[in-house]
């Protein structure tokens, strides 16, 4: 039986759970992942974010961060007598493992959903022996 090998979920500075923190007036997105023989993949519920107020990237070549922003607009025409939704958007880092193929990780987003591919590098991929 092989070691599977997870991609570790990491906050800011400590493991939170997914929610609000008013400290920093963002929301850590939950988040679903998956692993295939070819690939680890990431699905984030990331609501009321518009596709170009995304962003995914690479940073040191070992963290993932995923940002989305939230412009928030006026939703009446009068003043607020409570305004209690004032966060700013979403934010997650994930460290990768070493098997995470990192020129190849691709992002799509549809519906309120950002799903990342993280394709694994072939040498780690299972493969069948041939007996002689």
């Not at 098997?99 to 299972?126: M, Q, S």
Request: glycine content about 6%; overall charge negative.
């Amino acid at each position: 039986m092989s070691e599977k090998k997870e991609i570790s979920v990491s906050g800011t500075a400590e493991e939170k759970p997914a929610g609000y923190y008013p400290d920093v007036r963002f929301y850590k997105p939950p988040a679903d992942i998956y692993e295939t023989e070819n690939e680890f993949g990431i699905y984030l519920d990331m609501p009321g974010v518009k596709k170009g107020d995304l962003v995914v990237k690479l940073e040191d070549n070992i963290h993932l961060l995923v940002e989305g922003k939230i412009n928030k607009e006026n939703k009446t025409e009068g003043q607020y007598v409570k305004n209690e939704c004032y966060y700013t958007g979403y934010q997650r880092y994930f460290h990768l493992s070493d098997d995470v193929n990192k020129d190849k990780i691709e992002a799509e987003y549809k519906d309120g959903v950002l799903k990342v591919k993280l394709p694994k590098k072939e040498e780690v991929k299972p493969r069948e022996i041939s007996i002689k």
